[in-house]
């Protein structure tokens, strides 16, 4: 419920601060006095795209402030710590900025929060209930959280099913794919276990290719090294080292320091004989076999061959062969994967069957009781004999809202053919339709829905003498136990008021004015016949609001 609307700059409006009080509360004016501002500057606070050129001329922005109270079970879904919460809109020529409780918000904050605060109807809204798409939305909506429920279990299935469906799709386009790469990557996998590769192996290989190719000069050089170190006739280095050697050891006793070289000496002899040694295995292994070497280049190149394109080393290619048949795994696996996938969509379309069967049996159900409802609502707005039908269109394949399509219908007499409410209904008609199906909408719904406003801009449009007076008695059983705010133009339907304001501008100026009694007579005889000082127009007003003073009890 809205509580305080503070306005600054918007259009017309210079300023204005406008209190609301539980109830019917109608707004009237003349025409252009700034009514649709007030109306605007609400739907700012609810989340309503800003749009710049409404900034009264020449100021550079305009700022909307208001104050609602909440439901206090949704406060933790938003983070909000009371049920009274201001909401505020600044828009400049640039930008546009919302704060919820003085702290800066996305908008989209505010469109979420729209939900909790306050349904507003126009012709707009009109215009869009001539729409399928909006007549089943209404119905679902007519049954509440349960329905709701439904209707989110029927589109979770249809999406999982339009999931699998893609999936499938997919799969079955892969196929041909999916052949040519089994033909790529087989070989290759066939390849690398052939080889029978070991990590390092590659640069093992390269060093080997390397020696051979260079074996004589290896042979040269290594027999020179041999030489120097083995000699001829004791004159190698091993030799040379082990005489000295035994000519420190023979010394040692008569000075202990020669003892550590002694000691040294003896280690050289030993890492001497061990390099001799080495040496000589080396050059007996040396092989200039033309053959080993061209076996060497050859696996050389079949290695260099698989890497080429699929990894840096040995490792990563054995790595990129595991994965690669475990994907000609799955591949080889298609026939069953088919199936499985075959299988779950299967699985999901049953469940959209399911839900759907059991979503269009209570929307049937609905249905039915929402004409009854509507049509009483009707026969009260001077529609006596109209009827209010929903029908159902089965679809040859379920939809993303259910398997069949709503479209609502309205008789508006015995005699006349049924007509799509999108193209059969006249605007006072349809005006009816929608203030009925609000009505019935509204004492339907549960309680929480009490702490919203609803706001009806010019609901009465097209309609006029008895029709208008019963619209004004069901807009006032509507505000019993909600708030209710109207636009309006007709003096039937302000009669029913709890509260009535009055906008007026003189010159650039507007103001925003809560009426007395006895001026609201006034204002009700202006209505009537667009002069405030005929006598017989206040007359007829002050007789107006005194049938409605007596028929309140009943409404």
Do not use: C
Not at 54 to 78: C, H, M, W, Y
Not at 95 to 121: G, K, M, Q, T, W
């Amino acid at each position: 419920m809205i509580e305080e609307l503070h306005i600054e700059n918007l259009g017309v409006l210079e300023s204005a601060h406008v209190e609301f009080a539980p109830g019917l509360t109608v707004l009237t004016g003349e025409t252009g006095a700034g009514k649709t501002m007030v109306l605007w500057s609400l739907q700012l606070l609810l989340g309503q795209r800003a749009d710049s050129s409404k900034i009264r001329a020449g100021q550079s922005q305009a700022v909307v402030d208001g104050v609602f109270t909440i439901d206090p079970n949704v406060l933790s879904e938003f983070d909000l710590e009371n049920e009274t919460v201001v909401v505020s809109r600044k828009v400049t020529q640039s930008r546009s900025r919302a704060y919820v409780d003085r702290r800066p918000a996305p908008v989209s904050l505010l469109e979420d929060l729209a939900s909790n605060l306050a349904v507003i109807h126009g012709q707009s809204v009109q215009i869009e209930l001539r729409s399928p798409r909006a007549q089943r939305e209404f119905l679902d909506k007519f049954g509440a959280a349960s329905q709701a429920g439904l209707v989110e279990s029927y589109k979770t299935a249809w999406n999982k099913a339009v999931e699998a469906k893609r999936t499938l799709d997919e799969f079955v386009q892969g196929l041909n794919e999916a052949e040519a790469e089994i033909a790529q990557l087989r070989p290759v996998v066939q390849k690398v276990r052939a080889l029978d590769l070991v990590a390092g192996e590659d640069e093992a290989l390269r060093l080997e290719a390397e020696r051979i190719t260079n074996v004589e000069e290896l042979r040269t050089g290594l027999a020179l090294a041999y030489r120097a170190l083995v000699g001829e006739d004791g004159t190698g280095a091993v030799d040379s080292v082990g005489l000295a050697a035994g000519q420190v050891s023979k010394l040692e006793g008569l000075d202990p320091k020669l003892s550590e070289i002694s000691r040294r000496l003896n280690a050289q002899i030993v890492e001497l004989e061990t390099v001799r040694d080495d040496l000589t295995e080396y050059l007996e292994g040396l092989n200039a076999d033309p053959s080993r070497l061209e076996y060497v280049h050859q696996r050389r190149r079949a290695i260099t061959s698989l890497l080429r394109g699929r990894a840096l080393d040995i490792p990563a290619l054995l790595k990129w062969t595991d994965e690669a048949e475990a994907r000609l795994d799955d591949l080889e696996r298609r026939d069953d994967r088919m199936a499985e996938l075959k299988a779950e969509l299967a699985r999901a379309q049953a469940k959209v069957l399911e839900i759907g069967r059991e979503l269009s049996n209570e929307r049937h159900r609905l249905a039915r009781r929402l004409e009854k409802l509507v049509d009483v609502e009707l026969a009260g707005l001077s529609m006596k004999d109209a009827r209010l039908l929903v029908e159902f269109k089965e679809r040859e394949k379920p939809g993303p809202n259910g398997l069949e399509d709503v479209e609502m219908l309205l008789q508006a007499h015995r005699d006349a053919n049924p007509a799509p409410l999108g193209s059969g209904a006249s605007g006072g008609e349809l005006s009816r339709v929608m203030l009925a199906l609000e009505v019935v909408l509204a004492e339907q719904s549960e309680a929480s829905a009490t702490h919203l406003t609803y706001v009806f801009d010019e609901v009465d449009a097209g309609v006029g003498g008895r029709a208008a007076r019963e619209v004004g008695k069901r807009l006032a059983r509507l505000a019993r136990d909600r708030q209710v705010l109207v636009v309006t133009h007709l003096a039937q339907v302000a009669a029913w008021a709890d509260s009535h304001l009055l906008i007026t501008k003189t010159g650039a100026t507007t103001e925003v004015t809560r009426l007395t009694e006895e001026d609201r007579i006034v204002e009700l005889a202006r209505m009537l016949s667009g002069s405030e000082s005929s006598e017989t127009a206040r007359a007829h007003a002050a007789e107006l609001r005194s049938e409605v003073k007596v028929a309140q009890s009943g409404v």
